[in-house]
T-cell receptor, first 113, second 114 residues
Framework: EAQVTQNPRYLITVTGKKLTVTCSQN?????MSWYRQDPGLGLRQIYY???????DKGDVPEGYKVSRKEKRNFPLILESPSPNQTSLYFC????????????FGPGTRLTVT | QQQVKQSPQSLIVQKGGISIINCAYE??????FPWYQQFPGKGPALLIA?????SEKKEGRFTISFNKSAKQFSLHIMDSQPGDSATYFC?????????????FGKGTKLSVIP
């Protein structure tokens, strides 16, 4: 089954404690991205990757890091989480050609206290 | 920052009625506008998209209308059903730093009441 998986699905942590949210896709997609979803603000892109070892900032990259060492994986790293990073996070992937058809993961709800 | 402006923020429709959600954009890299549907606890999923060579596309009860001169596009849901209750996002392909990025509207929460 074609899918994007994220782990963990729920996470409660404290300010400053480094964390990683993993994302993996099994569709051999070149393009992957991370979004955060907040009430009233919709989906905002954090980082994206056009291919292995190629990453770039989205609209709200501050406080986040990413890496793309393998085509299927695109982890999101919060080195020093703060309460304003409490949000619902989605990973997405698509192939290089069909821009509109992005596949989203199930989401990770992060709470930073 | 280029934006996609979506309205209304929330919408309540009686079962069997028509739901209409509108989006406006500033500039796009090219004309290809998708709509995503998100149910509670799930990630968004592609619902329907319109290509640049048509002004309207219909799939079942869902129709996208596109007005290029006004830079607007809309989603119409005919005969709305309680199962259509979800959050809907429009998106447009905007020029990012060296590539095209899908930029999403802020979403419309649709509630269809029996």
């Amino acid at each position: 089954e074609a899918q994007v998986t994220q782990n963990p699905r729920y996470l409660i942590t404290v300010t400053g404690k480094k964390l990683t949210v993993t994302c993996s896709q099994n569709m051999n997609h070149e393009y992957m991205s991370w979004y955060r979803q907040d009430p009233g603000l919709g989906l905002r892109q954090i980082y994206y990757s056009m291919n292995v070892e190629v990453t770039d900032k989205g609209d709200v990259p501050e406080g986040y890091k990413v890496s793309r060492k393998e085509k299927r994986n695109f982890p999101l790293i919060l080195e020093s989480p703060s309460p304003n990073q409490t949000s619902l996070y989605f990973c997405a992937s698509r192939n290089r050609v069909i821009l509109s058809e992005q596949y989203f993961g199930p989401g990770t709800r992060l709470t930073v206290t | 920052q280029q934006q996609v402006k979506q309205s209304p923020q929330s919408l309540i429709v009686q079962k069997g009625g028509i739901s209409i959600i509108n989006c406006a954009y500033e500039n796009t890299a090219f004309d290809y506008f998708p709509w995503y549907q998100q149910f509670p606890g799930k990630g968004p999923a592609l619902l329907i998209a319109i290509r640049p060579d048509v002004s309207e596309k219909k799939e079942g009860r869902f129709t996208i209308s596109f007005n290029k001169s006004a830079k607007q596009f809309s989603l119409h849901i005919m005969d709305s059903q309680p199962g259509d209750s979800a959050t809907y996002f429009c998106a447009a392909p905007l020029q990012g730093a060296g590539s095209y990025q899908l930029t999403f509207g802020k979403g419309t929460k649709l509630s269809v009441i029996p």
